[in-house]
């Protein structure tokens, strides 16, 4: 080579170095804006920080655009980062719509999708988490952005910026990111530095918010699913931070089972991510990757799984996590004992050999794997878009041929709001939905014009067959071959049209063009329009319709007189005991809270007997060591108008309770939580301890004096020696080969439908049961059974239960008559999830203040008495007043 080429070479390799150097200048680094390098121990950014530091990098770069896609449920802006090339970002609009179309394969043929997905980019998602005390996956949005913004010339990003249009999210939780930041800076070097944060990081649900991907009841995950649905993205990541010890990251492959709903296409490229990420991670030095291990995707509600039925690339990492950013040094001593030898395997390559771990090192992990996925989705673009386009087409084609044809919600039901929410859930989640014209018929069934339709020939149908069918977990697990370790990670069982007690009937036959021209796409669901007679002063509404209590609550709030009907009445349902008679408002007032609610009145004469009703004070217990069972009891009830106060420790541990509420609800927590809490020394004494004994005698004497004390699942079962009841768990302490069911849907039989507390309760509902009890009244039993499993036959409708035997003919749920008060103890959770809406009347009929008619007096077994059971209310627990409890480790879930 020449001297002359030589000095040329050299030259163009300065001014390249020269123009990236200039680049890089001119975006701005997080320390220059924050102050901070993300990752730095003791250090972390809240949400407005983040922000703060993505809308410096827009005001200097054009390969980011900033986008506000929703608000949180503390009214916070969420915002995203868009981020390509310049000359990808100045047609987004296009590169959204094309990717619409090829992931909806609208109007496509092959050929076409072919030429499109040449053309087009790809539209990939990764955010920083939504669990906000899994710190790291916030801080490392920053370190990422910038370092694909702040690196033109290098090959890798380059071609990212080129092919990817990466939708970047800087939190799904900005509010929890708050709470968890501010508690560590409050707490930063204090004793209580790493202390747990004594609320709930997501305002109603914590930890669930990764549990309502289908439901959609958080704000956050409506706004989540709202703009999935508007970019299309092929590949949706989300950040955790949980990996089995001593793994540094957990990656897919999932372990088994997966939903055979889920399209091929999806399913192979899911285990392509993680070898890819593995191998990734491998070259830049990473070691203690680990792939299946505990962590399943069985459960279709994980926010970061529910875009699976939608034909996306969805799915999850867990990197390592000390706690916040506080770093910890472990020795290979502390590993558990199967992983002390450091031996690889076949899904753990290359283990961690302990040392050092910082925050920095999470937030590197974390970068690596997204930029892995940015990686493989640059250099497999069009292939991703082909196949995304393949698997809604292929979805179209299977059910023109193969039945469900579609799904049909009659719009005349026990509960037809209920109805019409489930047939929106359904366009909320991408679906077409149609309502029928008169004469509309399918399985030889004419239905009511104004019926919902889901035809199956649609590209994201996997998500409503997933939704309505019932589950079958696999008879691997169920036949007891598998070990406990491999039990599932979530519920079982979800089937929604079960949970929300809706008929909905599967089309059996084709759809022919007859009955196509009867149906027309909805955008909303219309309700029916409610009627309010037009004479009278006293109305009946139906107790069958949950929107009824909304209605009731708003009538009490405006002054007006509510009653239970003791005896038969006519109601726009039909006729039944129980129905609410309002009185004393207008006919203008109660029409506009009938349009409100969608709900009917018929005017009625008084009848004989009926019990007034008026708002009740209702207490909730809130604990610090806190439940996001709590949570959800919490947001079911103010939706639903009752106005629950919460309860703290000290408010338990204080006197005279009854003369400042008249009903206490307890939702479902471990013992520990409830009676002990957090411990001195883990977080600051404020937080510190359970409602502890004293708390237990004022409850005790609360229920004593005429109040209504409500428990729910695990909770109901430690009432039983804490209280002193006659009652007996009759699984307490079971182990897997003698019975299990960590969540599934269990059909019960209603008992004592006279009783106010099954008024407008179906004869045989479904019900969630996670990990609770199933009682057995007791010699000095006095009160009622509410619902019973029934007797040899296997209540399982939809999921997981081994040895069903144990519980069959046991009662689900029972009233306790207590002193002058009630107690009443739910093995289940009837608010679960916010989406067992078929068992909230169970609930809401509790809720209410008025004279509780007498109780009957059950037949009790001769069987042997529980080993801590009295038959007095009067009586006391012994010292401790504990039972075992299989969660008592477990804090928070």
């Known amino acids: 080579m020449s001297f002359f080429k030589l000095m040329r070479l050299v030259c163009f390799f300065l001014l390249l170095s020269l123009a990236r150097s200039i680049v890089s200048a001119q975006v701005p680094t997080p320390a220059s804006v924050l102050g901070h390098t993300p990752g730095e121990d003791f250090y972390l950014a809240d949400y407005s920080d983040t922000v703060r530091y993505f809308h410096a990098l827009a005001a200097a770069s054009d390969r980011v655009k900033m986008f506000t896609v929703g608000k949180s449920t503390r009214g916070q802006d969420i915002e995203v980062a868009v981020i390509s090339s310049a000359q990808n970002l100045a047609s987004l609009d296009e590169y959204k719509k094309t990717a619409g179309r090829l992931a909806r394969a609208e109007d496509l043929t092959d050929q076409q999708a072919r030429d499109l997905a040449r053309s087009t980019k790809v539209i990939v998602h990764i955010d920083g988490g939504l669990h906000s005390d899994e710190v790291a996956g916030t801080q490392h949005t920053m370190n990422l952005a910038y370092k694909l913004l702040s690196s033109k010339g290098d090959p890798e990003v380059d071609a990212i910026l080129d092919q990817v249009i990466l939708v970047l999210w800087p939190t799904l939780n900005p509010d929890g990111q708050d709470m968890v930041v501010h508690w560590y800076r409050q707490n930063l070097g204090s004793k209580y530095e790493v202390s747990p944060l004594p609320w709930l990081y997501q305002d109603y649900v914590g930890h669930d918010n990764n549990r309502d991907g289908f439901m959609m009841n958080m704000k956050e995950e409506q706004v989540v699913t709202k703009a999935e649905l508007e970019y299309s993205p092929v590949i949706f990541y989300c950040q955790h931070q949980t990996a089995p010890f001593p793994a540094r990251i957990w990656i897919p492959p999932f372990s088994d089972p997966i939903s055979t709903n889920i399209s091929p296409y999806v399913r192979s490229w899911l285990n392509v991510v993680g070898t890819n990420m593995s191998a990734y991670l491998d070259a830049h030095n990473m070691p203690g990757a680990i792939s299946e291990s505990r962590f399943d995707n069985w459960y279709a509600g994980f926010t970061d799984w529910a875009g699976v039925f939608r034909n996306e690339i969805s799915f999850f990492t867990e990197t390592a996590l000390y706690r916040y950013a506080t770093p910890r040094f472990y020795t290979a001593d502390e590993f558990p004992k199967n992983d002390q030898d ?20 999470a937030v590197d992990y974390m970068v690596a794997g997204s930029m892995s996925v940015l990686d493989l989705a640059a250099k497999n673009r069009e292939t991703l878009l082909y196949n995304r386009y393949q698997a809604a087409r292929d979805n179209i084609q299977h059910f023109r041929k193969e039945p469900p044809f579609a799904y049909v919600i ?32 399918a399985n030889g069934v004419t239905y009511p014009a104004g019926s919902w339709v889901i035809p199956m020939d649609q590209p994201y149908s996997a998500m409503a067959k997933e939704l309505f069918e019932r589950q079958h977990y696999p008879d691997a697990l169920e036949n007891g071959t598998s070990k406990a370790v491999d039990l599932p990670y979530d519920v079982t069982g979800w089937t929604l049209s079960l949970q929300m007690g809706v008929d909905v009937d599967a089309v059996t036959d084709p759809l022919g063009s007859d009955q196509r021209a009867l149906l027309t796409k909805v955008d909303a669901v219309q309700l029916p329009a409610p009627t309010v007679d037009s004479a009278g002063s006293l109305f009946a509404v139906s107790h069958k319709v949950n929107a009824a209590f909304q209605l009731v609550n708003a009538a009490l709030q405006q002054g007006g007189t509510v009653s239970l009907a003791q005896e038969p009445v006519k109601t726009a349902q039909g006729t039944e005991s129980g129905a609410f008679l309002i009185g004393g408002l207008s006919h203008s007032a109660l029409d506009g809270l009938a349009k409100k609610y969608a709900v009917s009145a018929v005017s009625v004469s008084a009848p004989a007997h009926t019990l007034a009703i008026k708002k009740a004070r209702v207490g909730l217990y809130r604990p610090w060591a806190p439940s996001i069972d709590e949570g959800w009891t919490r947001w079911v009830l103010e939706n639903y108008g009752f106005e629950p106060k919460s309860l ?79 009652v007996q768990n009759v699984i307490e302490g079971a182990k897997s080969d003698k019975f299990f069911c960590s969540g599934a849907l269990l059909r019960v039989e209603t008992e004592h439908a006279e009783l106010p507390a099954n008024y407008g ?69 009837p608010q679960f999830r916010g989406q067992s809406h078929a068992t909230y009347k169970y609930l809401f009929n509790e809720l209410y203040a008025f004279d509780h008619p007498a109780l009957p007096t059950e037949p009790t077994p001769a069987a042997k008495p529980a080993t801590e059971t009295a038959a007095a209310a009067t009586a006391k627990p012994a010292a401790g007043g504990k039972q075992a409890d299989p969660d008592d480790d477990d804090i928070e879930e």
Not at 669 to 691: C, D, K, L, W
Not at 693 to 721: K, M, Y
């Open 342 to 361: 450091l031996r690889a395997l076949t899904m753990y390559t290359t283990p961690w050999e302990g040392g050092w771990w910082h925050l920095h090192d």
């Open 410 to 441: 009659s719009d005349k039901q026990a509960d037809t709001p209920e109805a019409g929410l489930l047939a929106q859930k359904m366009i909320d989640n991408g679906l077409d939905v149609y309502a029928t014209k008169n004469g509309f018929t």
């Open 648 to 726: 703290y420790n000290a408010d338990i541990r204080s006197a005279n309770l009854k003369s400042r509420y008249d009903i206490i609800v307890l939702p479902d927590m471990s013992t520990r939580q409830m009676m002990a809490g957090f411990t001195i020394g883990i977080v600051p004494g404020q937080y510190v301890g359970g409602v502890g004994e004293d708390g237990i005698d004022h409850l005790r004497d609360f229920v004593r004096e005429g109040g209504t004390l409500v428990a729910f699942n695990r909770t109901a079962s430690a009432l039983i020696p804490l209280m002193s009841l006659p």
């Open 761 to 829: 309760v179906s004869e045989s509902p479904v019900v969630m049961f996670q990990a609770g009890p199933a009682f057995q009244t007791l010699p000095g039993f006095h009160g009622a059974v509410l619902a019973r499993y029934p007797k040899q036959t296997n209540p399982l409708e939809s999921g997981l239960l081994l040895h069903p035997e144990a519980i069959e003919g046991k009662a689900a749920a029972v009233e306790v008559a207590y002193g002058r008060g009630r107690i009443v103890l739910f093995g289940f959770k």
